[in-house]
Nanobody, 123 residues
């Protein structure tokens, strides 16, 4: 099995920054497409960012383009989400996800999910 554990969430003021980390344990992490989803209060879960297994392809939701950056360090079995210029609309629980054999297009049906980390942006 692969287990994902998120960290780095917290409370920040609008315009601030946070960096989320997703640490993976288990096999074959280096070949997994990875991504981040979020779920705001009273809303459904939406995809935020994705990255292919080798980092060659990325996906960003329109709402976060230019503000968020996804990266991965396969040697450390870790994926990062750098969030800059945060807005109150970014407030949500953020979930890390992994696809074993598919690519970023398949993240919505990810094989593995983390427990989530809360991000709160005050106005």
């Amino acid at each position: 099995q692969v287990q994902l554990e998120e960290s780095g969430g917290g409370l920040v003021q609008a315009g601030g920054s946070l960096r989320l980390s997703c640490a993976a344990s288990g096999r074959t992490f280096s070949s997994y497409a990875m991504g981040w989803f979020r779920q705001a209060p009273g809303k459904g879960r939406e995809i935020v960012v994705g990255i292919s297994w080798n980092g060659g392809r990325t996906y960003y939701a329109d709402s976060v383009k230019g503000r968020f950056t996804i990266s991965r360090d396969n040697a450390k079995n870790t994926v990062y989400l750098q969030m800059n210029s945060l807005k109150p609309e970014d407030t949500a629980v953020y979930y890390c996800a992994a696809v074993r054999y598919g690519d970023i297009e398949h993240l919505s049906t990810a094989d593995y999910w983390g427990q989530g980390t809360q991000v709160t942006v005050s106005s």
